[in-house]
């Protein structure tokens, strides 16, 4: 399932998101609304306070969801594309170039996205762009 990691926020407006490895637990469907719900409010909450946040999608571990759930995330996302557009600075993926080079074409191809998005296939790369954010 996601899993929304906020340890970054407050200092540094940062939502890291993650995937575990149960995706077939009964209350996945629950839990998915709970954090994309939040991530809404967090990307609002910037909005409210005149400032953007970084959206962190760390690959690293975990599973790659189902068809089914990654069509409900982005489906999500297209539904809130306004809020992404003004409070996200930019989005960073953050994963290892096989896992990341195979999923995210077939992405991009149901979800455009509304503000830059950097790819990072090493912690040196995601450290760059998380240090040339505007300030």
Known sequence: MLVLDEK???SDKILK???SSDWSEPDTDIMLNCCLERVKELISECIGNNTRC???LHCTSGEVPSFYY???IFSFLFGIRD???KGVEFSVIYGE???IG???PNILKIYQPTRPLHLAYTKEELKAFLKNREK
């Open 97 to 99: 170039k096989d896992s």
């Open 83 to 85: 809020i992404i557009n």
């Open 8 to 10: 970054l926020w407050v």
């Open 70 to 72: 990654f069509t409900k």
């Open 102 to 104: 195979n999923v995210l």
């Open 54 to 56: 970084i959206l962190l």
């Open 17 to 19: 998101v993650t995937s």
